[in-house]
């Protein structure tokens, strides 16, 4: 009679021996283990990354396997260099150009333009991080081979700012004017040395008093200083009014171009500001 016990086989003459089914199954498990073993210890370490698009949003992840591929078929072509796109312009400014960028892209999707997204909530030449924030605009400006800039701001400027000495200039003072075209002016330095043609755009009409008049004090000081530079002004001042010249959040038509602060634009607003001033701006450029 035969009988297994612990894996072994036990015969008739009661002598024990290994069972050979047994020992195959441990060697074979043996091997693969060893072989898992050697693979993980000498595979390449898998890493993470993020791929953050030019509007600062993350786009999501790639591997090390893809990370590598990429390095092999070469660095991803730049925008207005050797790419598809017949033109990249960059939109730089305060929320009314993040609103213009919109517009743009909007406007123009599918005709071979692109459009750098370089608006920011709440920015301006007052503020103490002014310099922080045109040198950042310009790197943006590089990095993406930008060769036009469309500037629109000033819709947070209407107030007092201070100096490298600390000293506060009073809004629509002689000496606030004087800062505040120095500082428009190293704007349009530090994007020209990036490698793109700068374009003023003026400010809209607003629909508060107060804030109309401000805004036509930077536009007056503003245009002045860009003409004396040769950098062509785009004005917007004349749109969006009624018949009778004053604002019209819906001048001859039934949409709503305006926003309830009297300062922004609809969806539908910004594309229209967006093809006027697109309009004026490329007549402005040389031929």
């Known amino acids: 009679m035969i009988k297994i016990s612990g894996g072994l086989v036990q015969g008739r003459s009661g002598r024990r ?5 047994w020992c195959s199954l441990a060697f074979i498990l043996a091997v693969m ?13 898998i890493s993470v990354r993020t791929t953050v698009g030019q509007d600062g949003v993350v786009q999501g992840l790639a591997s090390s396997t893809q990370a590598a591929e990429e ?23 305060d929320s009314l150009a993040d609103g213009l960028w919109d517009g743009l892209r909007a406007e123009h999707k599918g005709n071979g333009l692109a459009f750098v997204r370089l608006g920011t909530v709440s920015k301006g030449l007052t503020r103490p991080d002014w310099r922080e924030w045109i040198v950042q605009g310009a790197d943006r400006v590089k990095d993406s081979g930008a060769t036009r800039v469309l500037i629109l701001l000033g819709a947070n400027d209407q107030q007092g700012l201070r100096d490298e000495e600390r000293k506060v200039h009073a809004f629509m003072s002689p000496s606030w004017d004087a800062i505040y075209v120095d500082r428009a002016l190293e704007l349009v330095r530090v994007m020209t040395e990036a490698g793109a043609d700068v374009e ?23 245009s002045s200083a860009m003409s004396g530079l040769g950098v062509p002004w785009v004005k917007s001042s004349d749109l969006f009014r009624s018949a009778a010249g004053g604002y019209d959040p819906a001048p001859g038509s039934q949409a709503k171009l ?25 007549a402005e450029v040389p031929k």
């Not at 283990?33 to 370490?45: K, L, R």
């Open 17 to 21: 021996r290994t069972a050979p089914g």
């Open 33 to 45: 283990v060893a072989w898992a073993w050697s693979s993980v210890a000498t595979a390449a370490p």
């Open 71 to 93: 390095k092999k078929e070469g660095p991803p072509t730049r925008l207005g260099g050797e790419s598809s796109h017949a033109e990249t312009v960059a939109v730089f400014g």
């Open 200 to 222: 003023w755009v003026g400010l809209p009409v607003m629909r508060d008093n107060p804030m109309d008049s401000g805004a036509r004090h930077i536009d007056a000081v503003l």
């Open 258 to 282: 305006r926003a309830d602060d009297g300062v922004h634009f609809t969806g539908t607003g910004y594309r229209l500001l967006a093809r006027e001033v697109w309009s004026r701006a490329e």
